[in-house]
């Protein structure tokens, strides 16, 4: 495969995300004050034990999130873990068994199972366009439509799914798009000189970071801009809403002329849709729905008998 963007790990800026959004989870839950229903019902000292269900099958993704929720909320709470992100799981799987004390316990839960339901919706979802490609030259990528917070952790979990991530912001690859180039006119040849702007701009910048790594992608959706803005040589042309005739010559044309360009299928993508986009040849199909239109697997708290 060609160069790419970078493909999100658990790492220390995942890590750090996922504990901004434990501590907006907390302050809603709690507002600096306390479980009232938990401190009636439960004795300080109580110790308990939980298994983490899920109630659909799916695929596991949040994991480590598990424990950073115990942590950043303070709780006296062990968590041993039964799966691992990236597997694929029947209903009624256990995920995690957590021991320790049971106000502690019943503080965290909701916080934890909507962390971990709302990461295993997107990866599931995610699975699922995998599969429907799969045969074919094309790869799936996630895009920007994310929920404002979330992004890396979503993207993170775009990965279990098995998809690839494209652009994690505005700061790591350089996309012309529609709107930049509306600007000042829409005439076929306007991309393909976009293209070299960047570029120079890239070469001639004096800052400390390194512009000219970065992937230069343009977006086109005639033929014709395809056309003028091969030769200019963007890393990937992204394809935005042609319909699968206009993409095979997309196709047939960028063989012909640069077949080391990437290009990547965008807008209108459904799982309806994709197998078609797929089977046309594109390297890439971009899809806003695995993070914007994502319903949360559903997970549950189970109780167990000591």
């Known amino acids: 495969m060609k160069r790419d963007f970078r493909q999100i790990e658990w790492d220390q800026l995942v890590e750090e995300d996922c504990r901004a959004l434990v501590r907006l989870a907390a302050r809603e839950d709690l507002e600096r004050e306390q479980d009232w229903t938990t401190l009636a019902m439960v004795s300080a000292d109580r110790e308990g034990s939980a298994h983490i269900v899920a109630r659909q099958p799916g695929?596991?993704?949040?994991?480590?999130?598990?424990?950073?929720?115990?942590?950043?909320?303070?709780?006296?709470?062990?968590?041993?873990?039964?799966?691992?992100?990236?597997?694929?799981?029947?209903?009624?799987?256990?995920?995690?068994?957590?021991?320790?004390?049971?106000r502690d316990l019943l503080t965290c839960e909701r916080t934890l199972l909507n962390l971990v339901g709302r990461l295993m919706g997107v990866a599931t979802l995610a699975h699922e366009y995998v599969e429907q490609a799969r045969g074919t030259s094309a790869r799936i990528y996630d895009t920007r439509k994310t929920t404002p917070g979330w992004r890396r952790l979503e993207k993170?979990?775009?990965?279990?799914?098995?998809?690839?991530?494209?652009?994690?912001?505005?700061?790591?690859?350089?996309?012309?798009?529609?709107?930049h180039l509306a600007q000042s006119g829409s005439d076929s040849q306007q991309a393909a000189d976009a293209v070299q702007r960047v570029r120079q701009f890239a070469a001639d910048y004096t800052g400390p970071?390194?512009?000219?790594?970065?992937?230069?992608?343009?977006?086109?959706?005639?033929?014709?801009?395809?056309q003028a803005v091969l030769p200019a040589g963007p890393d990937l042309v992204l394809l935005d809403n042609m319909p699968p005739d206009m993409l095979r010559k997309a196709v047939e044309m960028r063989d012909s002329v640069a077949p080391q360009i990437e290009l990547e299928a965008s807008g209108g993508v459904s799982l309806k849709t994709l197998r078609e986009i797929a089977s046309t040849g594109v390297d890439r199909i971009s899809v806003g729905a695995l993070t914007h239109s994502v319903c949360s697997l559903d997970i549950g708290l189970d109780w167990q008998d000591d």
Do not use: S
Request: hydrophobic share 50%; aromatic share 2%.
């Open 59 to 102: 695929i596991v993704a949040g994991m480590p999130a598990i424990a950073t929720v115990l942590d950043e909320m303070d709780a006296h709470v062990e968590v041993a873990l039964a799966v691992a992100d990236g597997d694929e799981i029947a209903a009624q799987t256990r995920l995690a068994t957590l021991r320790g004390n049971v």
């Open 156 to 179: 993170y979990a775009v990965r279990c799914g098995g998809a690839c991530n494209h652009r994690t912001g505005l700061y790591d690859a350089m996309l012309i798009k529609d709107n």
């Open 209 to 226: 970071e390194q512009l000219v790594e970065l992937l230069v992608e343009v977006e086109v959706d005639t033929l014709d801009q395809l």
